[in-house]
């Protein structure tokens, strides 16, 4: 039943998502999906994740029968989980993360039929969660977690003097920045966040949604998505924020693919540092396309080679390029994602909205 509530209550967020969508698109509609996805035959549609949105606009500029429509991935899936909706109103669906997965699951928890989809491709490029803080405050963070720096660590911390955790006075209390799960990079920082507390509490590393409501992970949970909230419309992108205010957030949750050439970027004695946190947990892109249609066929309308440069260009690992500057440190990637299942990534979207 919760379940079903939280799908219904996502319907709520259509019309919003559907005013995003026109704003971005200047007032065109979207259509049925198929060729142009709003009904033109010389026309692809891209949904971009805003992980993404460098990616796709770089494709628009380069091919300008190319259109592009920028979203979190959680306003898509609300929208293609809603009663009525039969297809993907796209040519190309970009995403991090597993967003088909959990849009089907979604669909099955609120007994619709599944999407008609033309599938998903393999994986694209990936990047890991890390966490980012200024040197000095890595410094006192590795001195109060001798165990590995993870946001099991960070959690009982947050919004106490940075004293506590080894840090100055002058530094106030320590703010942590982790990302809406509503995007791609946020799912992943906040399912390797999770996975961190229930190892420390002897839950299996892979959690399921069942794990959040217990008592040892649900408080520390909400402590850490109270303060992210705190920070207002900074909390959307902390990265973002830290990088031109690094006092706004003690530790920030990020993907590498962002944090890593910022990072390198980054000068003087007290610039970032990327902390890659255990267990290792990665944000993989993908494209899903409408029926009728295939990811291979897609990728080469446009141009596989030039996404996946696009792709290592903007600090994605994809196999076969080189890593960007900043990119690729750290212990190896799994083979896997790490990620929890799609209804437990459900279920911790519904209880990062729900926190106050």
Do not use: H
């Amino acid at each position: 039943m919760r379940r079903f509530l939280a799908v219904v209550a996502a319907v709520g967020m259509v019309a919003a998502a559907l005013l995003v969508r026109t704003v971005i698109d200047g007032g065109s509609g979207g259509g049925s999906g198929g060729a142009g996805g709003d009904g033109s035959d010389d026309t692809t549609t891209v949904v971009c994740g805003p992980d993404l949105r460098a990616l796709c606009e770089a494709l628009a500029a380069a091919d300008p029968t190319v259109r592009v429509v920028v979203e979190d991935e959680a306003d898509t899936v609300a929208r293609l989980a809603a009663d009525g909706v039969a297809g993907l109103d796209a040519d190309a669906w970009f995403t991090v993360g597993p967003a088909a997965a959990v849009l089907a699951d979604d669909r099955a928890a609120a007994g619709l039929p599944p999407l008609a989809l033309g599938g998903t491709s393999p994986v694209l490029a990936r990047s890991p969660a890390v966490l980012v803080a200024a040197a000095d405050r890595a410094n006192a963070l590795n001195s109060a977690c001798p165990t590995g720096v993870t946001w099991a660590c960070v959690g009982p911390f947050a919004g106490r003097p940075w004293t506590e955790a080894g840090g100055q006075p002058a530094w106030g209390q320590l703010r942590p920045g982790l990302p809406s799960p509503a995007t791609g990079a946020g799912l992943a920082v906040w399912s390797q966040a999770v996975s961190s507390q229930t190892v420390a509490v002897d839950l299996p590393a892979l959690w399921a949604r069942n794990d959040l409501d217990d008592p040892a992970v649900s408080g520390w949970f909400d402590a850490l998505a109270t303060q992210s909230k705190r920070a207002g419309a900074a909390a959307g992108d902390p990265l973002s924020r830290f990088l031109v205010a690094p006092a706004t957030f003690g530790v920030v949750g990020a993907l590498e693919a962002a944090a890593g050439p910022a990072v390198q970027r980054g000068a003087g004695r007290n610039a970032p540092s990327l902390i890659y946190p255990e267990p290792v947990v990665s944000a993989d892109v993908t494209l899903t396309v409408p029926a009728g249609s295939s990811p291979e066929e897609v990728l080469d309308r446009l141009g596989r080679d030039r996404v996946e440069q696009l792709l290592a260009e903007e600090g994605w690992r994809v196999p076969g390029r080189p890593d960007a500057p900043g990119v690729g440190g750290g212990p190896p990637l799994p083979d896997t994602s790490g990620l929890a299942s799609p209804g437990s990534l459900s279920y911790l979207q519904e209880r990062w909205g729900a926190a106050r």
